[in-house]
């Protein structure tokens, strides 16, 4: 290549563009806020959820005596909802929250111990069934891969999704709360 070569080819070389960082920190704004908006929205609804939610009675605490344990669970809390309404999910009293769990099952109820989330009590009074479900608001398994304990609290039939770190364990936990659930309904028919 001839110098006069290189002189015409490096004039005809243009530089790259440079980069407009305002048009592109503006964009990076924009679309922070509008994530920021979109969460500030969830979390409104969350809360109006709850407001709509708040006749729902304060959430029992386990008695000091409450009898021999019959089974215990360690797992998940996936939830509670409307029983049979199964994506009208709870959030009153931190109902909504998911969370580990650690379930007791005695004679006075049922146990609810949630780190980092409000524990609470469902008397033996209150309970009214027990099943395998596939899913609760947010939560889809597979068949049977969840433990749904259906209780009243207040005046509202309440749906629980709990799941297992063994799964095996669901199968003898619905056996035992339906069979106590329909001794302790036999027991306060005959008293009437």
Same mark, same amino acid.
């Given at each position: 290549? $001839?110098?006069?070569?290189?002189?015409?080819? =490096? =004039? #005809?070389?243009?530089?790259?563009?440079?980069?407009?960082?305002?048009?592109?920190?503006?964009?990076?704004?924009?679309?922070?806020?509008?994530?920021?908006?979109?969460?500030?929205?969830?979390?409104?609804?969350?809360?109006?959820?709850?407001?709509?939610?708040?006749?729902?009675?304060?959430?029992?605490?386990?008695?000091? #005596?409450?009898?021999?344990?019959?089974?215990?669970?360690? %797992?998940?809390?996936? %939830?509670?909802? $409307?029983?049979?309404?199964?994506?009208?999910?709870?959030?009153?009293?931190?109902?909504?929250?998911?969370?580990?769990? #650690?379930?007791?099952?005695?004679?006075?109820?049922?146990?609810?111990?949630?780190? %980092?989330? =409000?524990?609470?009590?469902?008397?033996?009074?209150?309970?009214?069934?027990?099943?395998?479900?596939?899913?609760?608001?947010?939560?889809?398994? $597979?068949? %049977?891969?969840?433990?749904?304990?259906?209780? #009243?609290?207040?005046?509202?039939?309440?749906?629980?999704?709990?799941?297992?770190?063994?799964?095996?364990?669901?199968?003898?936990?619905?056996?035992?709360?339906?069979?106590?659930?329909?001794?302790?309904?036999?027991?306060?028919?005959?008293?009437?």
């Amino acid at each position: 290549m $001839t110098p006069l070569t290189q002189l015409t080819y =490096a =004039a #005809e070389q243009k530089s790259a563009e440079v980069t407009d960082w305002a048009a592109r920190i503006g964009w990076l704004v924009g679309l922070a806020l509008f994530v920021a908006l979109v969460y500030w929205l969830m979390r409104e609804g969350w809360k109006w959820r709850g407001t709509l939610q708040g006749d729902l009675p304060e959430l029992l605490q386990a008695p000091d #005596e409450a009898g021999p344990v019959r089974l215990t669970l360690s %797992g998940r809390y996936h %939830g509670s909802t $409307t029983a049979g309404q199964w994506l009208d999910r709870i959030v009153a009293h931190g109902l909504g929250t998911r969370s580990r769990v #650690e379930l007791t099952l005695t004679d006075a109820g049922l146990d609810v111990v949630r780190p %980092g989330a =409000a524990d609470f009590f469902v008397p033996l009074e209150a309970l009214r069934e027990a099943r395998l479900d596939k899913g609760i608001a947010g939560k889809v398994l $597979t068949e %049977g891969g969840l433990l749904v304990v259906t209780w #009243e609290h207040g005046d509202r039939l309440l749906d629980s999704g709990f799941r297992s770190d063994h799964a095996a364990e669901h199968n003898e936990w619905v056996e035992t709360l339906n069979q106590m659930i329909n001794k302790d309904s036999n027991k306060r028919e005959g008293a009437r």
